[in-house]
């Protein structure tokens, strides 16, 4: 069993950053793909980034070369890093944990709860 805490969000300008962090309970960790989600209000739930437990990551085209996810397994932690943000990536930012069935294929086994971005503009 794992849980997961999202934190980190809040509300920013357009043009500035967030760090988000997922917590994770849990022993097996370091063994799980974690994958960051986000949902505005109307649309579907979509990943943004996932990193796999080798440190592989996978990016949405519209957040490359703005997000950075990454892992510190001694803490049980993920972060995006998110730069340069736009009013289009306000949503509610969730986190999955789960494995990696091929690549860029995830099953995602447990949710955080969410943490809310607002960029205004």
């Known amino acids: 069993q794992v849980q997961l805490v999202e934190s980190g969000g809040g509300l920013v300008q357009a043009g500035g950053s967030l760090r988000l962090s997922c917590a994770a309970s849990?022993?097996?960790?370091?063994?799980?793909?974690i994958g960051w989600y986000r949902q505005a209000p109307g649309k579907r739930r979509e990943l943004v980034a996932a990193?796999?437990?080798?440190?592989?990551?996978n990016y949405a085209d519209s957040v490359k070369g703005r997000f950075t996810i990454s892992r510190d397994n001694a803490k049980n932690t993920v972060y995006l890093q998110m730069n340069s943000l736009k009013p289009e990536d306000t949503a509610v930012y969730y986190c999955?944990?789960?494995?990696?069935?091929?690549?860029?294929?995830?099953?995602?086994?447990?949710w955080g709860q969410g943490t809310q971005v607002t960029v205004s503009s």
């Open positions: 849990g022993s097996t960790f370091s063994r799980n793909a």
């Open positions: 990193i796999t437990s080798g440190g592989s990551t």
């Open positions: 999955a944990a789960g494995r990696e069935l091929t690549t860029m294929s995830y099953r995602w086994d447990y």
